[in-house]
């Protein structure tokens, strides 16, 4: 609610008839970008450098 109607400056109205999607886009604003994850090709290099020991008991 902080976030919604006080950073976002939202009427009441406004923030409580939003979805959860439409929230989340609104705030989205106040976040950093976030990274994007490997791609396919660059999992599959990381996967072929350290691929899994075989007989691990950790895991």
Not at 9 to 28: K, V
């Amino acid at each position: 609610m902080a976030v919604g109607l006080g950073l976002l400056r939202l009427s009441p109205s406004a923030f409580w008839s939003m979805t959860p999607r439409e929230f989340e886009r609104a705030a989205s604003i106040l976040m950093p970008a976030r990274a994007q994850g490997p791609s396919r090709q660059a999992l599959d290099a990381l996967m072929r450098s350290y691929p899994d020991r075989q007989g691990d008991q950790h895991g």
